[in-house]
């Protein structure tokens, strides 16, 4: 399925085939597709680069579908990333999380930090941290071969 260039987000690079590879949803994805491309937010004069998530219901484009500027895609790797890192850990505590210290990481980041945190606010933490822990585990095999791919081209980069 085409993405479509004659909407506000201006593709530029695409991966068109995204719902064959979109982990536990390949080849049943509403998500079609993601693009890097000019974005819809873009002022007269000032243009930012965005990514997007193309989802279709099947009838038409949908409005769920996601653009994000890239650093924000970067950001949410880093705070993947941290939290997958987390939980490789997470049973030495008796509620998956040091419940006097919920801060995981202050990850530095322009002059300042990324908190990452448990979220103590949910008042089903202790239920939902263990849900969350064990759809990671299902999803270990599937995130290891992206972080694998991710670390690869990283350093390819030079990073």
Same mark, same amino acid.
């Given at each position: 399925?085409?993405?479509?260039?004659?909407?506000?987000?201006?593709?530029?690079? #695409?991966?068109?085939?995204?719902?064959?590879?979109?982990?536990?949803?390949?080849?049943?994805?509403?998500?079609?597709?993601?693009?890097?491309?000019?974005?819809?937010?873009?002022?007269?004069?000032?243009?930012?680069?965005? $990514? *997007?998530?193309?989802?279709?219901?099947?009838? *038409?484009?949908?409005?769920?579908?996601?653009?994000?500027?890239?650093?924000?895609?970067?950001?949410?790797?880093?705070?993947?990333?941290?939290?997958?890192?987390?939980?490789?850990?997470a049973y030495r505590y008796? *509620?998956?999380?040091?419940?006097?210290?919920?801060?995981?990481?202050?990850?530095?980041?322009?002059?300042? $930090?990324?908190? #990452?945190?448990?979220?103590?606010?949910?008042?089903?933490?202790?239920?939902?941290?263990?849900?969350?822990?064990?759809?990671?585990?299902?999803d270990d095999e599937m995130?290891?071969?992206?972080? $694998?791919?991710?670390?690869?081209i990283l350093k390819e980069?030079?990073?």
């Amino acid at each position: 399925m085409k993405i479509p260039t004659m909407l506000k987000h201006k593709p530029v690079i #695409v991966s068109e085939n995204y719902e064959n590879v979109d982990g536990r949803y390949a080849y049943q994805s509403d998500a079609k597709g993601l693009s890097l491309g000019l974005a819809q937010w873009n002022d007269r004069g000032k243009v930012d680069v965005s $990514a *997007k998530v193309w989802r279709h219901t099947g009838e *038409k484009w949908s409005r769920q579908s996601e653009e994000l500027p890239l650093h924000r895609v970067i950001d949410l790797a880093i705070l993947i990333c941290r939290t997958k890192q987390h939980f490789r850990d997470a049973y030495r505590y008796p *509620k998956l999380y040091d419940t006097e210290q919920p801060v995981i990481d202050r990850v530095g980041i322009q002059g300042d $930090a990324m908190t #990452v945190a448990v979220c103590t606010d949910n008042e089903n933490i202790d239920e939902d941290i263990a849900l969350f822990r064990d759809a990671l585990a299902v999803d270990d095999e599937m995130l290891g071969e992206r972080f $694998a791919v991710l670390s690869r081209i990283l350093k390819e980069m030079g990073y």
